[in-house]
């Protein structure tokens, strides 16, 4: 987690690029905000969903690494040419693999993680249950 | 000379831990009186050489020593001197000396403090010298912070700017009081295994309480630390690291209910020693997740192979030995007691499931990447989602029945009286919801019911404590912890939910509007630190045409260091922070600005505050009367005898 400002000032020297001659101005044909607020909020939607591969647990919106901004380009690309959502991460993890999504996809090798948590509920409940009803009959 | 001194006070501190161990052990034996004296003699001087190592190493830090290598590589004779102080555990070998020296702490305080039967105390300080001298044999063989540096250079190479900084010198001392003091529970388990005594809950609660109060106030403190400290807005991102803190409190917190049952009216006697022993366990197994590098991130700054496994097998060992004896003794304490289904017990056994429920999700959230990667190389990111959807679920379900527990006696109570008094609470849920839903935008599902949630609790906490009027101080400590719980919930809630944000380039002069307020942006300063330099935006809070307040975030360079760090600024009026983070220079006097508004943010600490005061009535009441007896008690150990 370095400095998450120098992100904001990647996406601003983007963003501002036909001011500042100086920036980093790509291809003219790239999109690095959106001015319809609907498309802008879907992509910084989907950029918080996406990990940033290079960093240490920041996500695509946080980080200011090259390959953070490589992935925010492309996503806005996708979305600009009417993609919808998951076609997008589809894509991406076709590229990069599951590894890019913060939120783990629920398939065989993930059924565990995602169910653990609620077995533990199930077997603590189970156990409380015999616990209350021993302690009852303790009691009559 | 000073190196060699610390290196030989810590020889000694080990031997002192060793004879510590087997006496404290021996003292077990019902005749073994003089093992029992050594035993407290040694824990005493085990503090004492502790506190001189790392008295020594501090002095090394501050004098700006470099011929000791760990001084050279993480100070500078620029820093301030608070943080050539908090330098000492801001790299991996000062860390778990400090590590140790709570350790010795809480030793010291058991010998002094003598709870519980005297073959009791003398097992617990055994257990707690078998750890100090594991931890130590640990640190002189792996991560030893005296080593020399010859020729000694002329200047230090710095510590990382962000761990510069006033939180930085406060949280880490404060977790580590939280989760090494989770030992002196787990030793007062073991040692209760050992001489197979009943009294250990009540002898180890004041230790249980210290440790959860200082783990709330260290949890809260490293989440306010990333706030304003990391320049992004966010309070909690899901890290292993963060994870590693909250598995010990969510133990802990279940630790400290349950225990309170076993006490009170002897039931789950062995349910509690084996979270006593979790607990602990947690807080060891979150120490060799942030310290062995197996996880790297900003805390991780050790990445040395050997000193992950030699940690792997201390933490195995004493986590298997625990839980060996666990099995062997733990079926001679078993007494079973009787209470109703409708009871207090019951309630506490449900906060119980709910709370194991949660750390089993967030152990699990964080180890499973891990153990998949580990297995046959599958990368997968478990990040917020995951726990949005597992973690959130279970606490919100935890937070709807916290109300009924106070309301309901020991042993049997009454559902129906428990409703009728908590009936108005439902209606400060309602009102809560419903103000939600009236006169805040955007509508959200969540918010609405966090508030509802808060609303409930809340409500619930200020029935309580109008019941309790003129009672002890202690009796009002879970209204307020509860009260506290809430208050997190409603900024928690609050801030995500409702938070908007800026992300722009500023010209002097310019304005911006984020949230309800409108700023001007007054252009940068050159600023020199004692250690660093910096621009300093210059950003006015405009009231119409006046200006309110100036905010002045700096974007800073540490040249010793070569890095670039971020200063927010905030401006909050208790409710709502205006958060500003200054970007780099975008030439011609303009600068990237980011901004935030966060609704409620300050309620997130607060809430952490209020319930580490909840904790500290608690004690209170502990520590001020002396004995005191509770009704419910003495039939329960009757029962247990027979």
Known sequence: MKNRVLLLSMLVSLLAAPTFSHAQAPNTAVIESFSDPALETRARNLQRQLRCLVCQGESIDESNSPFAGDVRHLLRQQISEGRSDQQILDFLVARYGDFILMKPPVQPNTWLLWLAPFLVLGAGGAVAWTAVKKAGAREA | ?642
């Open chain 2, 1 to 642: 000379m000073i190196g060699e001194l610390g290196q030989l006070v810590l020889c000694f501190a080990l031997a002192l831990s060793l004879v510590m161990a087997v006496s404290g052990l021996m003292g077990a034996r019902p005749t073994a009186i003089a093992a029992r004296k050594t035993a407290t003699s040694s824990a005493l001087g085990l503090l004492v050489f502790v506190v001189l190592a790392f008295g020594i190493l501090t002095y090394a830090f501050v004098t700006s020593d470099f011929s000791v290598a760990l001084v050279a590589s993480h100070s500078h004779t620029l820093k301030p001197l608070v943080y050539k102080i908090s330098g000492v555990w801001g790299n991996h070998e000062g860390s778990m000396l400090l590590w140790v020296l709570v350790l010795a702490l809480y030793a010291g305080l058991v010998a002094v403090l003598q709870r519980g039967g005297e073959r009791l105390t003398s097992a617990a300080l055994g257990v707690q010298g078998l750890l100090a001298f594991a931890f130590i044999l640990f640190i002189l063989f792996t991560s030893n912070p005296f080593l020399r540096l010859d020729p000694a250079p002329f200047e230090g190479a710095g510590l990382m700017p962000l761990l510069q900084d006033p939180g930085l010198a406060m949280h880490p001392p404060m977790l580590y009081a939280g989760y090494v003091g989770l030992s002196a529970a787990f030793s007062y388990a073991a040692a209760a295994l050992m001489v197979g005594e009943e009294g250990w809950a009540r002898a180890a609660r004041p230790f249980m309480l210290v440790a959860w109060i200082a783990l709330t106030c260290g949890i809260a403190l490293g989440s306010w630390w990333a706030y304003y400290e990391l320049g992004w807005g966010g309070f909690w991102g899901w890290d292993p690291v963060e994870n590693a803190s909250l598995m010990p409190w969510l133990i802990a917190t279940a630790l400290l209910h349950s225990a309170l049952a076993t006490e009170k009216s002897g039931a789950f006697r062995t349910w509690t020693l084996l979270l006593a022993i979790a607990g602990f366990s947690m807080s060891l197994i979150g120490t060799f997740l942030v310290r062995s590098g197996v996880i790297t991130s900003v805390h991780a700054f050790a990445s040395d192979p050997t000193r992950g496994f030699f940690m792997l097998i201390l933490i195995a060992l004493a986590i298997t030995g625990a839980l060996g004896l666990f099995a062997w003794r733990a079926s001679k304490l078993q007494g079973g007691t009787a209470f109703s289904s409708v009871s207090r017990e019951t309630t506490l056994l449900l906060n119980n499931v709910f709370l194991v429920a949660a750390c089993a999700c967030v152990f699990v959230g964080t180890l499973y990447p891990l153990v998949l990667d580990a297995m046959n190389g599958t990368k997968i990111s478990v990040g917020p989602p995951y726990y949005v959807l597992t973690f959130a679920p279970i606490f919100f379900a935890l937070l709807l029945l916290v109300p009924f527990g106070p309301q309901l006696g020991w042993k049997r109570a009454d559902l129906k009286s428990a409703w009728r008094t908590l009936y108005p609470a439902l209606g400060l849920a309602a009102v809560a919801a419903v103000t939600v839903l009236a006169i805040v935008s955007p509508r959200g599902a969540a918010a609405t019911g966090a508030f509802a949630v808060a609303g409930w609790l809340i409500g619930a906490s200020i029935i309580d404590i109008r019941k309790r009027k003129g009672a002890r101080a202690s009796g009002f400590a879970s209204a307020l912890a509860h009260a506290g719980l809430a208050i997190t919930l409603m900024g928690v809630a609050g801030t995500t939910a409702w938070r908007s944000e800026a992300l722009t380039v500023m010209a002097p002069g310019q304005k911006l509007t984020v949230g309800p307020y409108t700023l001007r942006f007054d252009g940068v300063t050159r600023e020199k630190g004692p250690n660093y330099i910096a621009d300093r935006g210059h950003i006015a809070l405009l009231d119409g045409n006046k200006v309110q307040t100036t905010l002045l975030p700096e974007h800073r360079y540490y040249p010793a260091e070569g890095q670039e760090m971020t200063d927010t600024a905030i401006h909050t009026n208790g409710l709502r922070d205006l958060y500003l983070a200054l970007g780099d220079d975008r030439g011609a006097g303009h600068f990237a600005l980011r901004a935030y508004v966060s609704p409620l943010a300050p309620l997130i600490w607060l809430g952490g505050l209020v319930m580490a005061l909840g904790g500290i009535l608690s004690l209170w009441g502990r520590l001020r009367v002396k004995d005191p007896a509770p009704q419910a008690a003495a039939p329960a150990v009757a029962q247990a005898a027979e």
